[in-house]
């Protein structure tokens, strides 16, 4: 599956509503989209240990996503109802499931959810810059590109940090918005790179999630994860 960058109303609040949507079903995915799921679920154990939740709060996760799953799972097995409704109603199931989901949370546990947010997200521009080091190298791009790159990535952020923050458009909508802006992304490389390098970028990222592409291609890592904190069930 091709890669896809997805908004979240708080660290915690994405791990746990976005990961609790629908039941997983393993088989139904492939191996790229499980090792996302797997580190999903990991990045919010470790989430959950550093907010240090109360044994009440614990139960009240375990019975919201209980019951937002069951619903989502009859939503799913509804098949008298249009695609429109469908998702009408979907969205309607998820908003619904993150108020109460945050409502959980103290105040002093919602401070430290924006903090990790933005510690996250500087984690990730930290990375960002990295990988560009490494493209310029690996791709052998000429001062020109790597600058052209750097506008490109630069105004796909904005634009996307504008999509999440509108408040006008569903959680679907801004999934749609999201995956467009990265698919215009993609196509606007080939006016940047050579044929020889965008072959070197699709050898780089064939290598799959987590590993190091020995060849000429590009490195295929993630972004830092944060601190190791024990597994915790909710």
Not at 1 to 12: G, R, S
Not at 135 to 157: I, V
């Amino acid at each position: 599956m091709k890669k896809l960058m997805l908004p979240a109303l708080a660290l915690a609040l994405a791990f746990t509503a976005n990961a609790q949507e629908i039941p997983e079903r393993k088989t139904d995915h492939p191996p790229m989209l499980q090792h996302r799921m797997q580190k999903a679920r990991h990045d919010r154990m470790m989430v959950m240990k550093q907010l240090n939740l109360t044994a009440a709060q614990k139960e009240q996760f375990k019975t919201q996503q209980e019951e937002f799953r069951k619903k989502m799972e009859d939503l799913r097995k509804n098949d008298g109802i249009t695609v429109k409704e469908w998702r009408t109603r979907k969205e309607n199931l998820r908003t619904d499931h993150r108020a109460k989901m945050e409502s959980i949370y103290t105040p002093e546990q919602k401070a430290q959810l924006e903090k990790m947010k933005k510690d996250r997200q500087l984690r990730q521009q930290d990375w960002m810059k990295k990988r560009g080091e490494r493209m310029k190298t690996q791709l052998g791009l000429t001062a020109e590109q790597s600058a052209k790159l750097e506008k490109s990535r630069k105004e796909m952020s904005e634009k996307i940090k504008a999509v999440r923050e509108d408040k006008s458009l569903t959680e679907e909508k801004k999934r749609e918005a999201i995956k467009q802006l990265a698919s215009n992304h993609r196509e606007s490389l080939k006016s940047i790179l050579t044929e020889e390098q965008l072959k070197k970028m699709k050898e780089g990222r064939r290598q799959g999630p987590g590993m190091k592409h020995k060849g000429p291609g590009m490195h295929r890592q993630g972004p830092p994860p944060a601190p190791p904190a024990e597994k915790q069930t909710l």
